[in-house]
Structure formats: C-alpha cells, structure tokens
C-alpha cells in the first residue's frame, strides 16, 4: 500500500474537486423526484429510427473500418459535413480551421491547458457555463467574473475589468462567453454586444472564447450572427468557437468540434493526439449522418416546437405560483435549455437544495456557476427533459418549497 496517495498527486490536482453537481446527482435516485437539474435533452427528440438504420448499414458496410483507429483530426466525413453544417451559419473555414473533439467538454479541458498557467486570468459572465470552470479550475488559473445582464455579456463591465487588472500587469488570456442562450441563464448576447466584445477583443489584443451547443435551439426571436462570423467578416482571427452534437443529436455519442486559427487548432490537435488521440469512428459516422441524412433542418423545427412549448408551460406555471410579492425573478429565454432564477438575498439555494428534494423536486444551486464570489440565491432550471405535466407540477413543489422557507401561506 502507497503512503499518502495525496501528497503524490500532481499540484494542479491536490485541491482539484471535479464537478460538484454530479454529487447532488447522486442525491437524485428517488423516482418520485422531478428533476429540473440536469442539462439533458429529451429522449423524445432522439431520432432513434434513423440512428437504427444508419448504424444497422454503417456497421454491414464498414465493420472493420469502425473498429480500427481513425484520423486524428477527424474523419473526412464528418469534417466535410461539419463545414456545410457550419456554411449554413454564414461561417466559411477550411479544414484547417477545424478540429473533431470528443465533446464539447473535451474542447474546454484542451483549451484549457492550451492557454492556462497557474494563476493566468480567465474573464467570464457572472454566472456562467459550470463545466467551463471545471474544466479550466484544471490549470488553477484565476477567475475574474462580470455580472451578466439581459442582454447579455456586460461588456462595458468587461472593459473596465481588463483596465483594472492592467494597472496590477494582469491580462486575461481569454474572454469566455457563452451568447446564445447561456447556460445556466438562457440569457442571449445582443448584436451591439457581440460586435463590442470583438472591439474589446481587437483594441486588447484579448481572444475570445464562444461555446454554443444551443445556437440551433431558438424559440422566440431573430438569429443573431455568431461572434465568429462577425470576426471572420472583420478578417477573423480572434474567436475560438465551440460546438457540440450532443444538445442536438444525442450525448452518448460524445462527439463536438472547435473553430479557430490554424495555429491554435494545430496546437489543440497536439493536446488531442496526448489525451484521447482519436474519436470513434463510428461516433463521428452517425454525427456525420446527423448532419447530412437524417434530415437535420426537419429535426432542428421538431425540436424547437417541442422545447418551446415546455418553456411556455414553465413559464406560466412559474407566473401562477411566484406572485410578486415573493420577490422571485426569472429570465425568459428565447432559446436553449435553461432558465435562472433568483430568490430573496436570505435563502441560500445551497440549503433550499435539500429540502426541495423532501418536496421531491430538484435544482441546480446557482453557486456552482460562479467562477468567484457566488451569489447564493440562484438557481439553475433545466426545461427540456421532464414532461410538460411534471413542468407544472415541479414548478408547484419549488412554490411550496420556497414559500416554506419564507414562512408565507
Ligand atoms: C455551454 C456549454 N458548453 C459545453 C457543454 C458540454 O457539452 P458536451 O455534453 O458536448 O460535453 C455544455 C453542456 O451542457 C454547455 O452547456
């Protein structure tokens, strides 16, 4: 038996605790229980028929080839099919821009250790994507946060942050952002703001990071152009983007891929050949298929139909059973998969948590979200996987819930 396994472990890891809500998952397992708190997509909307047959022929046509290790980068088909995928958006890239990763959580952790030294600055939404801070928190860099607003990222807040932070010759290596639809708020970044951001970014000298796995999943509103196609119509080379299936398509695959400046995609493909080398091929074929046979733009108005009336019924129900005078608040989403909500300053959603449970009904604590600093009367909701009837019913258990702790009728 090693003595002190602890003492040996490296020292980004000795304080390293990995993602806090998969322990409140754990919690979970009571069946009675409506879970509002994790971010999965409905199976409703899993195309299963087609997954069957595509997987039925890929695997009759090419057992061996789905079997055998695969281009690192990416299989040609996927990547070919990505690049449409990505046309489609106004973004025009050649493969060199692009990179296949094993979801979008694998591109996070590559680049976090791509740019992160311990103690580097990563400038982010207050709250902002959970997985995103775990994944950096890897490098132990420091987190300087700006409260978010409704329309998004507070770039004027973001601009005197990196002032202030000069005067101490600190410089973020990059600016974080999720503008569509952001997990955990909903919250989306306007026009203004993105082309602010790409000023800020410009005039700074200052990367920008754009994670959107939701940007297809709009309810309410018009499109606004992604911050990479904004840039690439200044000339580009200053957003690194994120994307991932799973949202869309289904999790278990595991497959995503990032945008960005060769340099940057090379050296991310490096740190790819160093942790997990290849995606599966067959992962890759069945996203490739996803995207190309399937027919994607009839699925995309199939989901977005599902999920918005799941965001309607949230949403009445939380006007029925939150008046006012509770001092409750909500974002209202235009899209995506989450909504935020904020309680009176007294209650800590750290303790709500538990007893919400007993009122079989379950939240994310918005603490989690905060790189530094939580507010700790905050919540994350998730709308897209219970049922629109166990929606309303969840939403009267968090009344019940919430309404005990006030000590109100
Ligand atoms: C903003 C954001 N980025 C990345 C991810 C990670 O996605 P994946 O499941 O592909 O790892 C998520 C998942 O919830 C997310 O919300």
């Known amino acids: 038996m090693i003595h002190d396994w602890n003492a040996r472990f490296a020292d980004n890891m000795q304080e390293y605790g990995g993602y806090s809500i998969g322990k409140l998952f754990d919690l979970l397992k009571d069946p009675e229980i409506i879970s509002l708190a994790g971010g999965l997509p409905s199976p409703d909307m899993f195309l299963k028929h087609e997954m069957r047959l595509v997987s039925g022929r890929m695997l009759d046509e090419n057992l061996e080839g789905v079997m055998q290790y695969t281009a690192i980068k990416g299989e040609q088909k996927l990547v070919d099919a990505v690049l449409g995928f990505l046309r489609r958006d106004n973004i025009d890239i050649p493969a060199d821009n692009l990179l296949i990763t094993s979801s979008g959580q694998h591109g996070l952790d590559i680049l976090g250790r791509l740019f992160l030294n311990p103690g580097d600055t990563v400038l982010l939404d207050r709250p902002t994507f959970a997985g995103a801070i775990v994944a950096f928190q890897m490098q132990r860099p420091v987190f300087e946060g ?14 005197a942050k990196i002032e202030e932070l000069a005067k101490d010759n600190r410089k973020p290596k ?32 200052i990367p920008i990071v754009e994670d959107s796995p939701y940007r297809d999943l709009r309810y309410y509103g018009e499109t606004i152009p992604s911050i990479f ?59 490739a298929a996803f995207l190309t046979e399937m027919g994607l733009e009839e699925h995309l108005s199939k989901c977005v139909k599902y999920y918005r009336e799941k965001l309607d019924v949230f949403l009445e129900t939380m006007k029925a059973c939150f008046p006012a005078e509770m001092g409750v608040t909500w974002t209202k989403p235009e899209g995506g998969l989450f909504l935020w909500v904020t309680l009176p300053e007294e209650i800590d959603t750290n303790e709500l948590f538990y007893d919400a ?53």
């Open 146 to 159: 700006v409260d978010i607003e409704d329309d998004g990222s507070n770039i004027d807040g973001f601009r």
């Open 174 to 205: 990059f600016i974080y952002v999720v503008p569509d639809f952001q997990n955990p708020t909903g919250i989306t970044m306007s026009l203004e703001k993105r082309l602010a951001l790409l000023d800020l970014s410009r005039e700074w000298d």
């Open 229 to 287: 196609s904004l840039d690439q119509e200044r000339g580009g080379g200053h957003v690194i983007g994120l994307y991932t299936f799973l949202k869309l398509f289904c999790p278990g695959l595991r497959v995503g891929f990032k945008i960005g400046p060769a340099e940057v995609i090379d050296k991310m493909t490096n740190i790819k050949e160093g942790n997990v080398l290849n995606t599966p091929k067959y992962n890759q074929d069945m996203c």
């Open 357 to 409: 449970i007993k009122y079989k009904v379950a939240f994310v604590p918005g603490s989690v979200f905060f790189g530094e600093n939580p507010a700790n009367n905050t919540m994350r909701i998730n709308f897209s996987f219970a049922t629109k009837e166990e929606l309303a019913k969840a939403v009267e258990r968090l009344s019940g819930c919430v309404r005990n702790r006030l000590g109100i009728e």
